[in-house]
């Protein structure tokens, strides 16, 4: 079974914040965040989309960042 990265009230799961730890320094792509994650490259990519349409993370040309909600979680 998936781990949701984001609960049914809206706020990232621990999986989800591990994603948002990782792209505290930098944008990565999906597979970047795989490897470092090690988890399957659907499963990051699923939690990711689920992150940005929380609005915790932004897509740009195939790599992900923090959005300023989702940089306000990890202060």
Do not use: N
């Amino acid at each position: 079974m998936e781990m949701p990265c984001v609960s049914s009230d809206g706020k990232p799961t621990s999986t989800g914040m591990r994603i948002l730890r990782l792209l505290k320094s930098r944008a990565l792509s999906p597979i970047e965040l795989a490897a470092k994650s090690c988890q399957s490259l659907p499963r990051v990519r699923s939690g990711l989309r689920e992150l940005k349409d929380a609005g915790f993370v932004e897509e740009t040309e195939g790599k992900y960042k923090l959005s300023e909600r989702g940089a306000a979680l990890l202060k």
